[in-house]
Every structure is written in C-alpha cells, then in structure tokens.
C-alpha cells in the first residue's frame, strides 16, 4: 500500500545501484533499510511495478511520467524525469530516490549525492525480456521479493504464451504515437511500439526508418498499412476518429479505406512494466477481432 504522508527524516547516505539483465544481483540491497523513509519515484514504469508489487513505502513525490496508478498521479511531479533540478527534487525532502536508469541529467544526481540524498538506479534495457527483473529488482529495494517473485514469474508466463501463439496473416501496421497538424507521426524501427507490433505478430509497415517521424500523404499510401493502432492521447489530440481517418493520405491505405484501427493506452503497452504482458496480449485479441480470426490469445491462463 502506498502511504503519502509519514514522518520526514533527512537525507541519508548515498547508494548508487546499476542494474544489469546479464548482471549480478542488485549491491548494497539491505531491504528494511531501504523500506523506510520518505521516497521519491521516477518512471512511470517503476512507479507502476511498486503499485503492483503492492509496497508499503512512503512515496511522497513522482515526475511527470508517472501517470499511473491514480493515487501516485495525484502526488506532486517534480518535472520531467530526464530534466530534473536539484532544487525541485530537495524541494519535497525525499530520503531515497527510486528512478529509472535514464532519469537526469548526470549533472543533477551528482549534485544530489553530494548531498547526500539516497539514490537507486535502476538500468533495465528497454526490452520485453526485462521486465521480470525489473520487478525483481524493484522488489528488493522494496522488501518485496517474494511478491516479486512471484509477478515475475506470472508475467514471463504470459509473455511466453504470446510468442507461441499461432502466426498471423501477413498484416501490416501503423502505430501512431502522436500528431502533429495534418501530419502523423509513425513509429519506425528501435521503438517500444516497434517491438509490440512484432510481439503481438504484426508486421511494421513504418520499419525501414528510425525512431518517430512524420509521414505524409504520398509515404502513407506507398506503405498501405492494413491496421491503425493509435493511443488514447494521440487520438484526443488529433480530434478523434474522424479526423484520423481525414488526414492526407490515409483514405488511399487497406486500414483507412475498411477503418481498421485499434486504440491503446500507451503508458500500459509501451513502458515495460507490469502491466505490458496483458496489454500485449489485449492488443493480439484486438487485431484477432479485426482480422476475423478464431481467438487464440486468452488474458488468462
């Protein structure tokens, strides 16, 4: 349970934690020790793996990342986890600070140490295959580690029932991640969305560039994605439905002539926490649905 207010005590020494998937176990992990106090969580993901791992810490404050579950969104933000400031971070008097490994600038956890401020980072590759050891890891510092344990497990088992599910019809897709006037902007390759697409068995239709990038009209039908999937926020900003299927190009795709779209919550999907195995999974029922296929991916075991 996450409790917002406790006692504040000041700021404790510094423990600088590197995690590695094909690392040795996390150092300098003393769970009661670590378990008290007032905490400072950076990371969306992270935050989402102390919800689910149920731990009983003081956070206190998040950044602008984190966006779930409600009662951490509700907390203060102490800015963007990749341009922090010193001074806002002090600002809410956290013993420790629990954050994702690319949390920064360099620049400011140094100055936090110097300090004295407690730190735990946590560099999990932005991969499917961490996500269990990022539970893990999270686990440990929170005096966790059976429960976490345990998720992990669970969560390992659903990824596996998702690569041995049956292969799909050749299906080409576009992930819109967010928009900018009449121009979508697509993921490409090297993207979490990237990666989702291939593990629910879809085929990028965007995978020959890099990273996000707009695509236009003439780039849209050359391509001819079967399948839209588009997250919440993207579609809102957008103006919904319609005005996705307006923009230039899209009536010339299969996805935009028969209206083929799937609508995700991107948080869930995208960053690799917990919650991405059975998003993973509900995407692979979504585009089953669209594809009329007998349904093969189960939430449940």
């Known amino acids: 349970m996450i409790q917002p207010h406790l006692k504040p005590r000041w700021l404790l020494g510094i423990i600088l934690l590197g995690w590695l998937l094909a690392g040795a176990p996390l150092a300098h992990a003393d769970e009661h020790r670590h378990a008290d106090g007032r905490w400072l969580v950076l990371g969306g993901d992270i935050a989402e793996t102390l919800a689910a791992l149920d731990a009983d810490i003081n956070v206190v404050a998040r950044d602008d990342t984190v966006l779930y579950p409600p009662e951490m969104a509700a907390l203060p933000s102490v800015g963007y986890l990749r341009q922090l400031s010193a001074e806002s971070v002090l600002s809410v008097r956290p013993d420790h600070v629990l954050a994702a490994g690319h949390a920064g600038p360099k620049e400011v956890l140094e100055q936090l ?27 440990q510092l929170s005096n966790r580690r059976q429960t976490a344990d345990a998720l992990a497990t669970t969560l390992n088992e659903k990824l596996d029932r998702l690569a041995n599910l049956p292969a799909l019809p050749p299906t080409r897709a576009m992930f819109i991640m967010q928009h900018s006037g009449l121009t979508p902007r697509a993921a490409g390759s090297d993207t979490a969305a990237h990666t989702a697409q291939e593990a629910v068995g879809l085929e990028n239709a965007f995978a020959e560039m890099q990273g996000y990038h707009s695509v236009g009209a003439e780039a849209l039908a050359r391509e001819a994605p079967d399948i839209v999937i588009v997250s919440e926020r993207g579609l809102a900003a957008m103006g919904g439905e319609d005005a996705l299927w307006q923009l230039p190009g899209m009536a010339l795709t299969p996805a935009g002539r028969e209206r083929q779209l799937i609508v995700i919550d991107d948080q869930a999907l995208l960053g690799f926490g917990p919650r991405t195995p059975d998003q993973l999974l509900s995407l692979r029922q979504d585009v089953e649905a669209l594809l009329g296929i007998t349904a093969t991916a189960q939430l449940s075991p």
């Open 113 to 139: 140490e110097a300090v004295g401020l407690e730190v735990a980072l946590i560099n999990a590759p932005p991969s499917l295959d961490a996500i269990a050891e990022k539970v893990r890891a999270v686990g």
